[in-house]
């Protein structure tokens, strides 16, 4: 078993739709978590991180945390055709290291026009 | 600002033969990573350089040797590349402070090897 399972995907959505896309994860001992975007053929950018139980907004984007049940998940309001590229979940440690995530394989979204 | 500046961009090589790829950072953070991507996968971390001086084996480390030559660089060595070896590399950064926000990865361009 992975450590970090995304959605197989990929997920395709309307434009202006909800896209959700779920993490779990399987080290109890994970402490921050973080949701970066690659579009084809470049490196990963952060889109958020979160270390609290709860929910974290940023724009269009919600990051949800939920640590009894070891899931997080993103959600992008009023989603975009910019916003079609591969979404990868990471679980860091608790420490400075937590730089050394753990990711996800990554859930491809499309938004269609 | 420049970042974080992998070199090269992309390599070929034959089974056996060595290279080292570049990697540094300008916004003088204290910790840096080695990943790999292969098609279709998230990233795995090869090493990992917390602070200067130091370096620790990640999840995948067999057939790379790596170097901390300064704050600003580190570096990823194959010494005799393999097939296995061919994938997408990307060198991160982060400041490695104890805040909040001092652990997301800052990415590299990344760099495109294939091991024929």
């Known amino acids: 078993q992975k450590e970090v399972e995304q959605n197989s995907g990929p997920l395709s959505v309307p434009e202006g739709a909800i896209a959700s896309l779920n993490c779990t994860y399987s080290?109890?001992?994970?402490?921050?978590f973080f949701w970066y975007r690659q579009y084809s053929g470049k490196s990963p950018e952060l889109i958020m991180f979160?270390?609290?139980?709860g929910d974290k907004e940023d724009g269009r984007f919600t990051a949800q945390l939920n640590k009894a049940s070891q899931y997080v998940s993103l959600l992008i309001r009023d989603s975009q055709p910019s916003d079609s590229a591969t979404y990868l979940c990471?679980?860091?440690?608790?420490?400075?290291?937590?730089?050394?995530?753990?990711f996800g394989d990554g859930t491809t979204l499309t938004v269609k026009p | 600002n420049a970042g974080v500046t992998q070199t090269p961009k992309f390599q070929v090589l034959k089974t056996g033969q060595s290279m080292t790829l570049q990697c540094a950072q300008d916004?003088?953070?204290?910790?840096m990573y080695w990943y790999r991507q292969d098609p279709g996968m998230g990233l795995r971390l090869i090493y990992y350089?917390?602070?200067?001086?130091?370096?620790d084996k990640g999840e995948v480390p067999n057939g790379y040797n790596v170097s901390r030559l300064n704050k600003r660089e580190f570096s990823l060595r194959l010494e005799s590349a393999a097939p296995s070896q061919t994938s997408v590399y990307f060198c991160?950064?982060?400041?490695?402070?104890?805040?909040?926000?001092?652990?997301?990865?800052?990415f590299g361009a990344g760099s495109r090897l294939t091991v024929l």
């Open positions: 991160a950064s982060t400041e490695g402070t104890s805040s909040a926000g001092a652990n997301v990865l800052t």
């Open positions: 080290d109890r001992g994970s402490q921050s």
């Open positions: 979160i270390y609290s139980n």
């Open positions: 990471a679980a860091g440690g608790p420490d400075t290291n937590a730089g050394k995530s753990t």
């Open positions: 916004m003088n953070h204290n910790s």
């Open positions: 350089s917390a602070s200067e001086g130091t370096t």
